[in-house]
């Protein structure tokens, strides 16, 4: 079949949820994606920030095919070697000491507004909690993510929402104030916001936000499931801030392409919310994703992926200014590490269209939001794939 038959025939039987491109992508190898056709792309995508590692990555192959061979699910009912060895790699990466295993970022994201709102019920027996949420997040498309993420065009047709969520504004910590009363049993937010448009929190705000979370007992809930796993330069965004979540939700390169999210607690949330018969899943915490899991986070200290981050990101930030120097209708840059932005004035120049040139060229892009391009290569880069990448990227802006 070639490719467009391969498009046609699943138009035909998909629903139809996506505008995809028109590519029928086949293998990949390192940092390069292949269509059907053969042809090549550097891929700073990742399958939106899913593959840290690169594709074909030997040693994490090897170890899901040797996990296949024994067995790939059993059941939350029992114990599992992967399960034990991913649950020690997890809360130990991410600094804290429990964690939940779920099948994708929404429902850890479901879990985390669960375990905020049991907390706040087993203190004062009622039911009126409310989670302040910010303005531009994105959190997943289940009812209870969808609840939180402040992008009402997502939500409108879905009215109504779990109820008891109000919004601030991200990095205004007056506007986060205004929305704190004696029911507010949680504030969710992004570290650097992803689909918002690469927005890192300021470090003055997350602080002040921790603190008014301290004072009130308010749980801190943080989703670093796009930029969590060492993209920002450290293995989750927040230890770059000083201070520490009450839950956290990870997913995406947590599994490096196999499907598996989680959220962690602290040992105060641990202690009081969640017991047994609250909270389930059938296949979250499975032995194949937790092999998944605890071989990513061997070969990240192993091959020390974050270590190239921390020395590939300063190059690819400097690489992207002078682009946006170059062209007028470029008016920034923003990021934290090989999570970046550059900003169009669209009035002047479609960021999708780009998106679409670059990818006749063989690069791999995505948008965020309306008026962004993001870049999320895969975490082991080099310097040359940023110069590869900006010299197609210059083509597709010059178009
Ligand atoms: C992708 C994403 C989600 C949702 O994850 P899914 O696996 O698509 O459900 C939630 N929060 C953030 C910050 C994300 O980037």
Request: net charge negative.
């Amino acid at each position: 079949m070639s490719m467009n038959e391969i498009i046609k025939e699943t138009e035909e039987n998909l629903l139809h949820t996506y505008n995809r491109y028109p590519v029928v992508f086949d293998h990949g190898e390192g940092v390069r994606l292949y269509d059907e056709d053969g042809k090549e792309y550097l891929d700073f995508c990742a399958g939106i920030a899913v593959y840290a590692l690169g594709y074909k990555n030997r040693r994490y192959e090897e170890a899901l095919k040797s996990q296949i061979e024994k067995i790939t699910h059993i059941s939350n009912y029992y114990y599992s070697r992967p399960l034990a060895d991913a649950a020690k790699a997890l809360t130990e990466a991410a600094g804290m000491p429990r964690v939940f295993f779920t099948n994708s970022g929404a429902e850890a994201v479901e879990g985390a507004i669960k375990a905020a709102r049991k907390y706040a019920y087993l203190k004062d027996n009622r039911t009126d909690h409310e989670i302040i949420a910010m303005k531009h997040s994105f959190h997943g498309r289940t009812f209870g993510a969808l609840s939180v993420t402040g992008n009402a065009h997502y939500r409108e047709a879905f009215e109504p929402m779990i109820g008891n969520v109000r919004f601030a504004d991200f990095n205004d910590f007056d506007s986060v104030m205004a929305q704190v009363n004696d029911r507010t049993c949680a504030i969710i937010l992004e570290t650097v916001q992803g689909e918002g448009g690469i927005y890192p929190a300021d470090k003055d705000f997350l602080t002040k936000i921790r603190k008014l979370c301290d004072e009130r007992d308010i749980l801190l809930i943080l989703d670093e499931i796009q930029c969590g796993m060492g993209r920002t330069g450290t293995m989750f965004a927040f230890m770059q801030y000083g201070i520490v979540p009450d839950i956290l939700t990870c997913a995406k390169a947590v599994g490096c392409g196999v499907p598996v999210g989680a959220f962690l607690v602290s040992d105060k949330v641990a202690a009081s919310s969640l017991v047994p018969g609250d909270h389930g899943t059938t296949y979250g915490g499975n032995p194949l994703a937790c092999k998944a899991v605890a071989t990513v986070l061997e070969i990240f200290k192993e091959d020390k992926v974050i270590e190239n981050v921390q020395a590939v990101a300063p190059y690819l930030e400097k690489r992207l200014k002078e682009t946006v120097d170059r062209f007028d209708f470029l008016l920034a840059e923003r990021g934290l590490g090989l999570m970046r932005a550059i900003v169009f004035d669209t009035s002047k120049k479609s960021p999708a269209d780009v998106v679409k040139k670059a990818l006749s060229h063989g690069l791999v892009l995505i948008t965020a939001g309306a008026d962004v391009i993001r870049f999320l290569p895969p975490l082991i880069i080099t310097k040359d794939h940023v110069d590869e990448m900006i010299d197609k990227l210059v083509m597709a802006l010059s178009e």
